[in-house]
């Protein structure tokens, strides 16, 4: 049975997470999906080599070695080394749940054309505990073009390519601007433009929570990554963001603009250095629109 299965090749850039990777490969290891799965770790460049730790893994992943090139950059060359039929992406620090990969392959599967999946996700401390009641995104979620380029529902480490999907849109963007932040999320824009969106409304996902963890709790950084992810799918094709969005770059930058403000206050930020941070950004975006 498990001949019939489609291959899938897990990618894991890392970049001092030798603390973690053990226990991200741990979990790799655990899934209960039958089929092939093949694990390349990209080591891009770190001191601590995370490579050496992920060789050394019963689960004998293929090390890629590269000079540190950015996330985005590893990524690439990961998917360029892959051979499965599907693509997921795990970050070194980040754990799965063992049912992730059968659960959305199964999905996947069904939809009778090249897809891309993605799953509900939860925070945790390295200690195991939940870092907060909430799960992400919402169980209520109608995933669409539109509703993404509102919001970036898509934590990288859920999910999960059609590998023509990736073809087809080029890999993650990897413009200076983006390395500052939202490379994963132009690419989610770009594959939703060209194919189906599967959510799976089930936790399957842990990301942890440290100090040289990417998730994001600084929200005029989450803006300047949204803005230029919005402006590199703009660059990638004019039509289908006017047409598909539903909005004008403008508008979608404005109502970004009003999310930001709304987390800002939520979290009683007074800093008067933050709100000039964000009403600079917020010019600085309004000003490139097209």
């Given at each position: ?24 490969l ?13 694990v ?43 051979t ?49 009641d ?9 995933p ?10 898509v934590?990288?480490?859920t ?21 500052r ?21 089930e936790?399957?996902v ?34 289908r963001?006017?047409?598909?969005t539903g ?44």
């Amino acid at each position: 049975m498990a001949a019939s299965l489609p291959s899938v090749t897990v990618v894991i850039p890392a970049f001092r997470q030798a603390t973690f990777v053990r226990g991200c490969l741990d979990s790799v290891a655990a899934q209960s999906y039958g089929g092939q799965i093949e694990v390349v770790v990209v080591d891009d460049g770190c001191p601590e080599r995370s490579g050496d730790v992920a060789a050394a893994h019963p689960i004998s992943p293929k090390v890629i070695r590269q000079p540190n090139s950015g996330v985005a950059a590893a990524r690439n060359r990961g998917i360029a080394e892959s051979t499965g039929r599907y693509v997921a992406f795990l970050d070194a620090d980040d754990r799965w749940h063992p049912s992730k990969l059968k659960i959305q392959i199964e999905r996947l599967e069904a939809q009778g054309a090249p897809a891309f999946s993605f799953t509900r996700y939860r925070a945790i401390h390295p200690s195991g505990q939940v870092a907060d009641d909430q799960q992400h995104p919402s169980a209520s979620l109608q995933p669409s073009l539109q509703s993404l380029a509102r919001q970036n529902f898509v934590g990288c480490s859920t999910a999960v390519v059609h590998r023509l999907c990736l073809e087809e849109v080029g890999g993650f963007p990897d413009s200076t601007a983006l390395r500052r932040g939202g490379q994963d999320y132009a690419l989610w824009l770009r594959i939703a433009s060209i194919a189906p969106l599967v959510f799976i409304p089930e936790v399957l996902v842990d990301y942890m929570v440290h100090p040289g963890s990417r998730v994001g709790n600084d929200a005029v950084k989450n803006f300047d990554g949204a803005v230029y992810a919005l402006r590199s799918f703009q660059a990638w094709s004019e039509e289908r963001f006017v047409s598909l969005t539903g909005r004008s770059y403008r508008a979608l930058v404005g109502l970004r603009a009003l999310d930001m403000a709304r987390d800002l206050k939520r979290r009683s930020t007074l800093d008067v250095r933050t709100w000039r941070r964000a009403a600079r950004s917020c010019w600085l975006a309004l000003a490139s629109a097209r």
